[in-house]
């Protein structure tokens, strides 16, 4: 009998002083997440996903056509986990917590944590939950970031790992955007308030610049284009961006936005290890590079990066009208690139680089 996809959140807290890359300490933390099916008696079927920015830990909910019965990752099989990583709203420690033995909130207060920091907490839940060896890592952007730095810090852990629509450290380019959408919430007149209603206007605008860059040309010319007769008062794509940066304003704080958008930025697999082709020959896990041909904030070119310096990796590239947002969207395509990855053991780290482009689905 198949058992059923819900799943409800957990909290792992650790009341030990945690050190950061900064230097800072937090006095503890603690992590929210999902698990769904079981670990089996040979503790070989964990599967790890990795949500994006602002996403939660119930992957069944924003990946469902990848996660549940039925599915590629399906419970009745797999014990996949999903964790909501730190500093976001979705229960993890972040912004809109309380500081330790206090009632205050943390706010503005709130550290700043690297993708490493985040893999760091991650280890400790993973010893937790009594998981040594995990058979697949998958995530995309933010997502993929923390499972590449994961695979390079301990690489015995992950036996396959597919990172999709991500790269090796954060460009210049995102990192401007990054910082556009930050100027964005900071010159929101509410932004210095104590308060977690503080900079919210700024980040619906921030969200409105996030989303040029999750999309792409095509897709704003299929689905937001204009219709005869044109008027001259009221666009479509216009009315199309306000409505996206009201609606993740009902879910989200911009303080959540502004620290994890500064965790993207401090992504690079080589700091500290000379640099980060070198890192990336560290990751013995099996690896299925995935891109997105219409990716403008995660082009391919950092895709080819990390399958080239990966030992083995197999690259393959999908079409998409989605832009960035197709790792999210394609569910079909990749789905069908990992069955093929994960049935196919002849990849050899001496044979080129391969790169697939398949039709939208």
């Not at 409800?8 to 698990?35: D, I, M």
């Not at 040309?217 to 794509?237: I, M, R, S, V, W």
């Not at 403008?296 to 960035?324: C, D, M, N, T």
């Amino acid at each position: 009998m198949k058992r059923s996809i819900m799943s409800e959140q957990q909290l792992f807290v650790y009341n030990t002083p945690f050190q950061l890359e900064s230097g800072q300490k937090l006095a503890g933390f603690h992590l929210a997440y999902h698990t769904y099916g079981r670990l089996n008696e040979q503790r070989n079927n964990v599967v790890w996903v990795f949500h994006a920015l602002t996403a939660n830990s119930d992957a069944a909910s924003w990946w469902p056509g990848l996660v549940g019965t039925g599915k590629l990752f399906d419970p009745s099989t797999h014990y996949i986990v999903c964790v909501n990583m730190p500093g976001s709203c979705y229960g993890s420690v972040g912004p809109l917590e309380k500081k330790p033995a206090s009632e205050e909130l943390y706010l503005h207060d709130f550290p700043e944590l690297t993708i490493r920091d985040m893999v760091h907490m991650y280890q400790v839940l993973r010893q937790y939950l009594g998981i040594g060896k995990i058979y697949m890592g998958i995530g995309g952007s933010m997502g993929g970031q923390q499972l590449l730095e994961w695979a390079i810090e301990e690489p015995g852990t992950f036996e396959h790992i597919v990172p999709i629509a991500t790269n090796a450290w954060h460009s210049a380019w995102g990192k401007a955007f990054n910082a556009s959408q930050r100027w964005a919430i900071e010159s929101d007149t509410t932004w210095r308030n104590e308060h977690p209603e503080a900079g919210m206007q700024g980040m619906k605008v921030a969200r409105s610049m996030a989303l040029l860059s999750y999309r792409h040309y095509q897709t704003y010319d299929l689905f937001q284009n204009d219709e005869a007769p044109f008027g001259t008062a009221e666009y479509k794509a216009g009315s199309y961006q306000r409505y996206q940066g009201e609606k993740l304003a009902k879910r989200f704080n911009a303080f959540s936005y502004h620290r994890l958008s500064s965790s993207m930025d401090s992504h690079h697999v080589g700091r500290g290890r000379f640099d980060a082709a070198i890192a990336l020959q560290r990751i013995t896990a099996r690896t299925l590079v995935i891109g997105i041909e219409t990716d403008i904030l995660f082009p391919l070119s950092e895709q080819e990066y990390l399958a080239k310096h990966i030992p083995g990796a197999r690259f393959s590239v999908i079409h998409s009208l989605y832009g960035h947002d197709g790792f999210l969207l394609e569910f079909e395509v990749i789905e069908k690139e990992i069955v093929h990855f994960l049935n196919n053991k002849s990849f050899r780290s001496d044979l080129p680089v391969q790169r697939d482009y398949l039709p939208h689905s």
